[in-house]
């Protein structure tokens, strides 16, 4: 028989720069599969640090990485009891909302990468303030968001970024339509597409440039 406990958790997050009244961007980002919050935020390094404050945010599931037990990464869901971690995530994430005091700051981007796109969309479907943008980088979207999740994004997102890379490594023919399919769905021609020449990594260039135009 399994049973369920609840118990109290805690975990890290990083930040980059500084959040002042000057602060126009508020990033809160999940990273990937693999990754720890303290690497992940190097991919934000060159934003203009008057403009932007950065958190990464950090999946709860560590693990070592090959069989020389010497790095350490972190995944934020399995196929394992997955709606269950998928609760306890949005409530760290709305912690570290709470703990930065931008609950409801309507500077607020979120951005995902691989893995993190799952919970950047997740997350945003249970939020309902007003945020900036939401970026989308080489990750599948959630397959249970409907139609009226996608009227949610509407309502309560500005702008909606999707970025792939032709040659990621991860993709295939299928994934690809499944994506495109559900782009279509969810934000129909409100979404921004970029496809970039570039396999599974984060494209830092890219990024850049969408922070200068934020």
Request: proline share 3%; hydrophobic share 35%.
């Amino acid at each position: 028989m399994v049973k369920t406990v609840s118990y109290s958790h805690t975990n890290s997050y990083e930040t980059l720069f500084e959040l002042t009244d000057k602060t126009k961007n508020i990033w809160v980002c999940f990273h990937g599969l693999g990754y720890l919050s303290k690497y992940f935020k190097k991919y934000f390094e060159d934003f203009d640090p008057e403009r932007h404050y950065v958190i990464t945010l950090q999946a709860p599931s560590k693990f070592y990485i090959g069989n020389k037990f010497k790095h350490v990464g972190a995944c934020w869901l399995t196929k394992e009891d997955t709606q269950q971690e998928i609760e306890n995530n949005l409530n760290y994430v709305t912690e570290v909302l709470k703990a930065e005091n931008i609950l409801q700051d309507r500077r607020i981007t979120l951005f995902g990468y691989s893995q993190g796109v799952s919970m950047a969309t997740r997350f945003l479907k249970q939020y309902h303030y007003p945020i900036t943008s939401l970026i989308l980088h080489s990750g599948s979207i959630p397959v249970e968001l409907t139609r009226e999740d996608g009227l949610h994004f509407k309502k309560y997102c500005s702008r909606v970024i999707h970025i792939a890379g032709t040659k990621d490594e991860y993709s295939t023919e299928e994934i690809e339509k499944r994506e495109k399919a559900k782009i279509d769905l969810l934000f129909g021609k409100d979404c921004e597409i970029y496809r970039p020449d570039i396999k599974h990594v984060v494209h830092v260039p890219l990024l850049n440039k969408i922070a200068q135009d934020l």
